[in-house]
């Protein structure tokens, strides 16, 4: 297949996804659609997108012509090196809040359903399972025979005690994610009913998939009494192709291949050795002497991949990644400031403080940042909408926002707000963390090359960093996401008056509102989110990211890449690359 | 002796004490938010005031203070916040044994460097061999620790691939697995460590050389060798023990840096990552641990004195 | 006897020491060596602008070049001319070990006099204090400070500063402890001066060699624990180059450019190492016993 015709293909089912009323809670799903022991394709993706989850780069990957196996046969260990971390402190689901623990838990720990590559979602311990005609009831059958690692059988009762464990917040932080779910009753060993107070279709594929959602993946119960809740969180029993069976704290993760897994063609290695490794050079030595074959955890460090690039004996696999990193400009200090941003654009342009905004979003020479601070492995922002996302990103954004690079322009904004040659100009504070502060130290070397004024950086803990944020109490911010796939994530989190990382710790008496409040974006955002065609859906998410490009909300900077990094050693097939994920069930060694 | 030993026992503990107070409310002066740190964006409201109750961060300061200090007597350090419930206690035990191996070998390296390094300046005084071993000495207490550890690493590591970078790996896993692990770490501690032990036994030891009981056992007409073995090393070693016992404890404890440089999870990390993330009951049971040793080791090497030099009685 | 007839007793002791500062540094070609070295790095402190070719803060996209013509160094991972950088955090380093050296000194000595010279309740709580101080190792102090005060170049200099005052408080005041017997002190106060008076005129200058030795020691220790705390992130600031934090930055890059990791390391330990050349001399000159320190 062709390129266009893949394009095509993929847009048709974009168009399918999100062709249903928001009103209905099915989503014009029927209960056919529902129940059976595969979620269809077509269903996956239009839950996908009622959950807000569904993007672009979902829907290509399981287009593509699966690549030519190379020979290999089963067996063998394969070492990976976990980046940019330097202990796994918990592996209970749970606890779990960072995508480096649920990358491995996945290999370890079962949910009812799991997500394939080709956006099927599919029983994981569930048989099959039907759906009540109004869409509140779901009963599911499990999988004769589960038993667990430490030899305990997984059935029905395992279920409920996962829920009544996960839907207390004094133990789960992942309450809410079953917050709808009004009870659960077990008919027999391997059955249990679901019932939820409002019918939500993406039930399925949220709650019950056991890696992003975390809140019904299943626990030993024998495991957690026997062990106690500190050492679950280091080694849990689970019911997955892997079973771990050596992991301290700050020390690696063995996982060894699971006997009495359900499916027995799976897994094909023998085991996995996790390490986390901490610090660039480690890591590129590690994988240059053969030490690891494989990489997980945090993103690459950039300055790695032209090196890894070079080497014959490394695949490096380049994506866009999802989430967008900005300069975030305190609308409530001077000489940054703007008391109101409901206003049309020219009347805006007239105040200072705005002007210095936008100057200081125009000097963003991004391109210089993204080969400088990010050795080229980046994607220039002009919104928080990215091109993971695909669909929805806005290529044209680089041209058409106001805040498109233009150092003259800059330049005369900030002599028009008073500040000519930067004369005058107060040194602000760039907060960054600590990982961060290289990034920072190249947007502060552009302000002054371009405006003549100095930023003065200043890294601080995240634990810091995060809370002066949340009370509005910085300068400048470098920051952004790192996980958005869906246009909501980009604009419902981040660019609404109500969005919760909008200074949701400030002042509400001497700050009416955090970063950022127009009335039309927020207008906007609740309407993309709820309309269901595809194109007249992306034409309000433009609308919406062009204008807070346009009346600075913050300066983008840019958007990630994902990287994949293997030796030649390691076969990914492609039902292994499912985005943000390693499982290690498919994967083979030559 | 008794009396002695009670008295300083007692003043150890107290100044423990004292150590554990201020600890308690000093980490809390610090900046930041532990839940922030932990939860980083994922965070509803709902979540952390759960998260709140259930680390007792909610409660009055003082009543923390206490609960907290209960939970000591019956050894219970209480469990980390970043870490999601692993105890204190067993964080503090998985670093230790990497923290004493470090030490324990740096230890070794630095005697066995220091031990002939001292004797033959010494003994050879004002020679080439005794200007040599000052010129090491001297370097080895100039070279910062960290620079040693990346020049090692970029020579043993980077280049001839002989040990690997980074890691630990605890005894079980084979001796040489550990051993590989702390070889370079230990060189880079160890060498500052020998300098100044060095200095230290070729000054006691010319003192000694110089001493009546000395030219006494020469005029018997014993050996040069024997002479230096049976008396003038002993006697030379005494003041050395104060520097190699506070030694000791700063190997424990001043690892930080080499320790963050080879990736290994030792006290000194685990009290920095702890400060970093704001995570409280891990900053006070590590500093707690730390001060401990070095209480401790001071008052061992009280003891010591006592034991070798007869000439010492404490009352 | 007169106030000035009691100063001139220690006239003879000055001049003798004059004359032997002369024999050790005349003879010790170390010492020779760390007063040359130091004082050219003074000197690259001193006339930072003038000597380095580049702004030291200035990005290019040369990144990691290799030392060459122009830059004699080579550059860093954002293309900064690794040499200026190098001799403009001389004067950090520099500036850091004898602004900390001071603090603790002043403050030190003065918490050591004043329990050696009074005793009873001034000396316990006194030594309570700096015996709590010595169940902490130095750098945890440090880095503990900092963290409580925020980075920055006065909260660095405070925070090494406040983790070296034991030292000075103790060796202040078992000298004071010693002092005190001697005759000129009991002179001193028969003919009724102040304690002050007795404290700074009589018994400190006495006191002062092995305070002096110790302080030349210090300020080695101080820039090492800079440049440490520096690696660690916890420095002067996120954009000074000192020489630790050059180094801490250079870490990721080392296999590509060596020189990273090898020239800032270079300078500390040439500074560090002409300090402690000065200080053992001077150990000499002064007559000071290690056990005295």
């Known amino acids: ?590 | 002796m008794a009396t002695y030993l009670l008295r300083r026992l007692i003043g150890a503990v107290l100044v423990m004490l004292a150590v554990s107070t201020l600890v308690f409310f000093m980490i809390r002066l610090v900046p930041g938010d532990p839940i922030a740190a932990m939860l980083a964006d994922a965070g509803d409201a709902a979540t952390r005031e759960a998260m709140i109750r259930r680390l007792g961060l909610d409660q009055p300061l003082i009543i923390q203070f206490f609960k907290w200090f209960a939970g000591i007597l019956h050894g219970d350090f209480g469990a980390s916040i970043y870490g999601s419930n692993q105890p204190v206690s067993d964080i503090l035990l998985t670093a230790l044994p990497k923290t004493l191996s470090l030490a324990f070998l740096s230890f070794i390296i630095a005697i066995v460097i220091a031990v002939p390094a001292g004797i033959i300046s010494a003994t050879r005084k004002n020679t080439a061999a005794d200007t040599s071993v000052s010129l090491f000495a001297f370097l080895g207490l100039s070279m910062p620790d960290f620079w040693l550890a990346i020049l090692l690493i970029i020579i043993f590591a980077a280049n001839l691939q002989w040990l690997p970078a980074i890691g630990y790996q605890p005894l079980s896993a084979g001796f040489w697995e550990w051993l590989s692990h702390l070889i370079l770490p230990a060189i880079a501690i160890g060498t500052g460590f020998s300098a100044i032990i060095a200095r230290m036994i070729r000054s006691s030891m010319l003192e000694v050389l110089q001493a009546d009981y000395m030219r006494t056992a020469a005029s018997k007409g014993l050996t040069q060798r024997v002479i230096l073995i049976r008396h003038a090393l002993p006697n030379a070693l005494i003041p050395v023990i104060t520097v190699i016992g506070i030694a000791f404890a700063l190997l424990i404890s001043g690892a930080v840096v080499v320790e963050n440089v080879f990736s290994i999870k030792g006290l000194g990390r685990v009290l920095i990552q702890g400060i970093q993330n704001r995570d409280y009951p891990v900053v006070q049971g590590a500093v707690l641990l730390v001060s401990a040793f070095f209480v401790l080791s001071n008052l061992v090497v009280d003891l010591l004195y006592a034991v070798i030099d007869p000439r010492i009685r404490y009352s | 006897m007169s106030d000035a007839s009691l100063d001139s007793v220690d006239i003879p002791a000055v001049a003798k020491r004059r004359s032997r500062f002369r024999a050790v540094f005349s003879k010790d070609r170390k010492a020779q060596f760390g007063v040359v070295v130091l004082g050219l790095f003074v000197l690259a402190a001193l006339l930072a602008p003038l000597i380095a070719p580049y702004d030291p803060n200035e990005m290019t996209l040369d990144m990691m070049g290799a030392p060459s013509g122009s830059h004699l160094l080579g550059t860093d991972d954002l293309g900064r001319d690794l040499f200026s950088r190098i001799v403009w955090g001389t004067q950090i380093s520099l500036f850091v070990g004898v602004a900390t050296v001071t603090l603790s000194l002043v403050f030190g000595v003065l918490l050591g006099v004043l329990a050696g010279y009074y005793g009873g309740w001034i000396d316990m709580i006194i030594m309570r204090y700096i015996d709590l101080q010595w169940a902490f190792p130095n750098f945890i102090i440090a880095v503990y400070l900092v963290a409580v005060f925020g980075t920055g170049l006065l909260n660095v200099i405070v925070a090494i500063a406040l983790a070296f005052l034991d030292d000075f408080a103790r060796i202040a005041r078992s000298m004071v402890l010693t002092l005190k017997q001697e005759q000129f002190v009991d002179a001193a106060r028969v003919q009724g001066f102040s304690d002050a008076r007795i404290m700074l005129r009589h018994i400190l200058p006495n006191a002062m060699a092995p305070i002096i030795v110790q302080a030349t020691v210090s300020v080695s220790y101080a820039i090492l624990g800079e440049a440490s705390l520096s690696f660690l992130g916890l420095g002067v600031s996120a954009d000074t180059p000192t020489w630790g934090l050059i180094l801490s930055d250079g870490r990721s890059f080392i296999s590509r450019a060596w020189w990273l990791g090898i020239f800032p390391g270079l300078a500390i330990m040439l500074v560090v190492l002409s300090i402690n050349f000065i200080g053992d001399a001077l150990r000499d000159a002064l007559d000071v016993r290690e056990s005295d320190l």
Not at chain 1, 415 to 436: I, K
């Open chain 1, 1 to 590: 297949m062709k390129n266009d015709d893949l394009m095509k293909r993929a847009q048709q089912e974009l168009r399918d996804a999100y062709d249903f009323d928001p009103r209905d809670p099915m989503f014009g799903l029927s209960r056919d659609d529902m129940r059976g022991n595969k979620i269809s394709r077509r269903a996956t993706l239009r839950l996908l997108a009622a959950g807000g989850a569904l993007t672009m780069a979902q829907v290509l990957p399981g287009l593509r012509p699966k690549p030519a196996m190379a020979a290999a046969h089963g067996g063998g260990i394969l070492n990976a090196a976990w980046a940019g971390v330097a202990e796994i402190t918990t592996l209970d689901p749970a606890q779990i809040g960072q995508v480096l623990q649920f990358q491995i838990t996945s290999n370890v720990l079962s949910g009812l359903m799991h997500i394939n590559n080709d956006l099927v979602a599919e029983g994981d311990l569930a048989e099959s399972w039907d759906v009540s005609e109004d869409g509140l009831v779901y009963t599911i059958k499990m999988r004769d025979g589960l038993t667990f690692h430490n030899g305990d059988v997984c059935n029905a009762d395992d279920v409920i005690f996962t829920y009544n464990r996960s839907s207390d917040p004094d133990q789960s932080r992942h309450s809410s994610v079953i917050a709808n779910v009004a009870n659960v009753e077990k008919l027999n060993d391997l059955e249990v009913r679901f019932t939820l107070k409002a019918p939500q279709a993406s039930f399925l594929t949220k709650a019950l998939e056991r890696a992003s959602g975390r809140a019904m993946t299943i626990v030993s119960r024998g495991a957690l009494e026997e062990m106690g809740l500190a050492q679950y969180g280091l080694t849990p029993v689970g019911t997955g192709p892997f079973r771990i069976t050596e992991h301290e704290l700050g020390g690696r993760v063995v996982l060894e291949k699971f006997e009495n897994y359900f499916d027995p063609e799976r897994p094909k290695l023998d085991g996995v050795i996790i390490q986390p490794v901490d610090g660039t050079e480690p890591l590129a030595a590690a994988i240059e002497a053969g030490d690891v074959d494989y990489i997980g955890g945090n993103p690459l460090p950039g300055e790695l991949v032209d090196r890894f690039k070079s080497n014959s004996d490394l695949t490096v696999d380049i994506k866009p990644g999802p989430g967008f990193q900005s300069i975030w400009m305190n609308p409530w200090v001077e000489p940054m400031q703007v008391a109101d941003f409901n206003k049309p654009l020219d009347e805006l342009k007239q105040e200072n403080g705005f002007k210095v905004r936008l100057a200081l979003a125009k000097a963003l020479d991004r391109d210089l940042f993204v080969q400088q601070a990010l050795f080229g492995n980046g994607i220039p922002a002009y919104g928080s909408i990215n091109a993971a996302m695909g669909f929805y990103y806005d290529n044209g954004l680089a041209e058409t926002s106001e805040q498109a690079f233009d150092p003259e322009g800059a330049q005369a904004l900030l002599a028009e707000a008073g500040f000519p040659g930067g004369e005058g100009f107060p040194t602000l504070r760039l907060q960054t963390t600590p990982n961060t502060r290289r990034a920072g130290l190249v947007v502060a070397n552009i302000y002054k090359q371009v405006l003549g004024i100095s930023v003065e950086v200043d890294p601080k803990e995240f634990s810091v960093g995060i809370e002066e944020f949340n009370k509005m109490d910085f300068d400048l911010r470098l920051g952004g996401s790192g996980g958005d796939y869906d246009p909501d994530d980009g604009l419902i989190d981040w660019m609404m008056t109500s969005s919760k990382f909008n200074g949701p710790f400030r002042d509400t008496a001497e700050m009416p509102f955090g970063f950022f409040s127009e009335a039309e974006v927020d207008a906007l955002s609740v309407e993309q989110s709820v309309t269901a065609d595809p194109e007249a859906r992306r034409a309000l998410v433009q609308q919406a990211n062009k204008l807070t490009s346009d009346k600075v909300c913050c300066g983008f900077l840019y958007h990630p890449v994902d990287i994949l990094v293997h030796s030649n050693r390691v076969n990914v097939p492609t039902e292994s690359r499912i985005p943000g994920l390693h499982d290690f069930d498919r994967m083979t060694l030559s």
